[in-house]
């Protein structure tokens, strides 16, 4: 039988998520963006948000949300050779102009008020940061990485 040797330019997927988020507010307008920006599937870490009346598109019908356990759960589950991009306002972050954003690749973003852990920082693959001295509003930082990924296309 013949190999597919055929590829898509489209080849590739993302989904994107938030540790802990406090604010379903954040959590519905993030899924809001993620779906209509391409996502493949949305996700939670620790903290479930049930109310998310921001989704007006109501992405979870369109689209798999997942719930991880924690983030070792979430790795654990990471598709097969797909990379764990943190997003923080990090010092050892790579600023988002020069990021090249992974084929495969699942975006995580921290709670509103303590971000990223150390911890978690050390479990993503690559780290991405946006511009700016202050941190942005959650569901407005992974928007913009995600509008970045399908810019540069
Ligand atoms: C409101 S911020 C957390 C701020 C936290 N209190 C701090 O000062 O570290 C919530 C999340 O949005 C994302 N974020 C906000 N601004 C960012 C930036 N400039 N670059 C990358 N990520 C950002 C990160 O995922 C961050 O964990």
Redesign the pocket.
Known sequence: MARLKQTYPEDGFFGIG??NAKDPQNVGTLWRSAYILGASFIFTVGNKSKKQTTDVVNAWQKIPQFHYANVDDLIRHLPYDTCLV?????DS?VD?QCFQHPHRCVY?????????TAEVISKCHRL?????D?????S???SI?LYDRISKK
């Open positions: 938030i540790v943190g997003v923080e306002l990090e972050a988002i995580l973003l921290g709670n509103e008020q303590a971000g990223l991405v940061k946006l511009p700016g202050y941190s942005l509003n959650v407005v930082a992974g990485v």
